[in-house]
């Protein structure tokens, strides 16, 4: 089997998929948005920041997808 490393952008764009979820998670336990309290509510830089990890989540769904299909590649071959 082929082992793939991680990227630095996919271990980024893992880093902010967690920092999303953890919000996420205080939402729909406390009622709290980390980001808000940090940057405002809905000011340019928590839009930012919201935007981001969006786009880190695409990005991780995309990648899984394309390792998957690798592997599935691999285990044809072999």
Not at 11 to 30: E, K, P, Q, R
Not at 33 to 47: H, K, N
Request: proline share 1%.
């Amino acid at each position: 089997m082929v082992e793939r490393k991680l990227s630095t952008l996919t271990w980024v764009a893992i880093a902010f998929v967690v920092i999303g979820a953890l919000n996420w998670g205080l939402i729909g336990l406390f009622n709290f948005d980390l980001v808000a309290a940090i940057f405002g509510p809905m000011t340019l830089l928590s839009r930012i920041l919201y935007t981001v990890v969006g786009l880190g989540g695409v990005y991780l769904l995309v990648d899984a997808s394309r390792l998957r299909e690798e592997r599935r590649t691999v285990a044809t071959v072999t």
